[in-house]
């Protein structure tokens, strides 16, 4: 009985061999996004001073979303590649009225932002910034807004006790796909650009450059 496999279509693969991509990012929920939406990645660490970078956009007078898109810029330079591939960087800057905030250093730092938050809207400023042969090809800059309810003192204090050191990794000190989400009464924008990485506008940018199926 002749072998009839060589008529099994074989699927056409969602993204071409080459260029490769490569995320300027060791964000665990960046990366997590990236394979979610099958995409195959390296993932690399940028080594920029982000503090650096922050003070001088904001002592030039540029907003966060400036700012956020800098940063992305100067992640997406920083990392070595072969010629050719495709490097994205990204990065996010928290603003609550006219200021900006950090990651909290500590769990005390992080109950005193949280309070600062407390009953306000803030945005989420959400860079990406892709480059190709040390030229920018596309950009993106996403503001996510996020109303934080009026929580009381005893749920914060079980709040910090339940999250532990996991909201120190956090701008914001809250991770939405987690126990974070009891902090807002409403969210407007991508989910995706509020975790870190703005993957609907990225996703349309990787086809359009031909490096994943239309």
Known sequence: MPDDSSLVLKPVPLQVESPRIVLASRSAARRAL????????????????????????????????????????????AVRVAPGTVVIGADQILSCGEEWFDKPDDRDTARAQLLRLRGRAHVLHTAVSMWRDGREVWRHVACPVLHMRAFSESFLAWYLAAEGEAILSCVGCYRLEGLGIQLFSRIEGEQSAIMGLPLLPLLAALRMQGIILP
């Open 34 to 77: 990236v394979e979610s939406a099958g995409l195959s990645a390296r993932f690399m660490a940028a080594d920029v001073d982000e503090h650096a970078i922050r003070a001088a956009q904001r002592h030039a007078g540029h907003d966060a979303s400036a700012a956020a898109l800098e940063l992305a810029r100067a992640k997406a330079r």
